[in-house]
């Protein structure tokens, strides 16, 4: 069965610290990704998304994320986060055979303080 | 329109009432899925709907019943729930019609609390 894995649950950093959050899936057919954020009190937001090409793509917010085929992996990043980027991020997979089925990742908590 | 319109937002129900959730979408999406979440936890898929026709049951139990009426909208009727069902709904939707994959647009949800 397809999964999506995230290594960190809970992050904590200082303003203007970087950032890297795991993601790995198992899915050996063509998958297409997507990290979602989720602010509190909020609605799942689209940070980025990769279908093909460019491996590195660059998403809203300054955010960053690079497929790596041979290792399954889509980590997210950003060089320089802020306070308002305390939220829930959740990683995604779609696999698409018959239809689409859009599976989430554990998701990393991360709190950035001042 | 990139919007995916969920009502109720928030729904209080007692354990034998029935009660139906809606979601709405106008991008001509052909992909429809219904999904749960609770409090610090990542959304589970429950159903996927693809051309009006149910193409994921995710081992749901038979008190909560989809429907996609059209292709514009996706019902979910609930009923005998329990305490344990409280949790948001979300909604969201995928793929135009007749083209490839594309990231799934989720509406806000619906809070349900069931007493």
């Known amino acids: 069965a397809q999964s999506v894995s995230q290594h960190n649950h809970h992050v904590i950093l200082s303003e203007a610290a970087s950032l890297e959050l795991g993601c790995n899936y198992s899915?050996?057919?063509?998958?297409?990704l997507f990290w979602y954020v989720q602010y509190p009190g909020q609605h799942l937001q689209l940070l980025l998304k990769?279908?093909?090409?460019?491996?590195l793509v660059k998403g809203i917010k300054g955010f960053e994320a690079e497929f790596i085929k041979s290792k399954f992996s889509f980590n997210l990043r950003k060089p320089s986060v802020q306070w308002s980027d305390t939220a829930e991020y959740f990683c995604a997979v779609m696999v698409s055979y018959n239809t689409d089925k859009l599976i989430f990742g554990t998701g990393t908590r991360l709190q950035v303080f001042p | 329109d990139t919007e995916v319109t969920q009502t109720p937002k928030h729904l209080v129900m007692g354990m034998t009432n029935k009660k139906s959730l809606k979601c709405e979408q106008h991008?001509?999406?052909?992909?429809m899925y219904w999904y749960k979440q609770k409090a610090k936890k990542p959304p589970e898929l429950m159903f996927v709907?693809?051309?009006?026709?149910?193409?994921i049951n995710e081992s749901v139990p038979s008190r909560f019943s989809p429907e996609c009426p059209n292709s514009s909208l996706l019902n979910l009727h609930l009923h005998a729930l329990q305490p344990e069902d409280s949790a948001l709904y979300l909604c969201?939707?995928?793929?135009?019609?007749?083209?490839?994959?594309?990231?799934?647009?989720f509406g806000q949800g619906t809070r349900l609390t069931v007493v």
């Open positions: 899915y050996g057919g063509t998958v297409n």
């Open positions: 709907y693809s051309y009006e026709k149910l193409s």
């Open positions: 969201a939707s995928s793929r135009p019609r007749g083209g490839a994959s594309t990231e799934a647009f």
């Open positions: 991008m001509g999406h052909r992909a």
């Open positions: 990769y279908f093909s090409g460019d491996p």
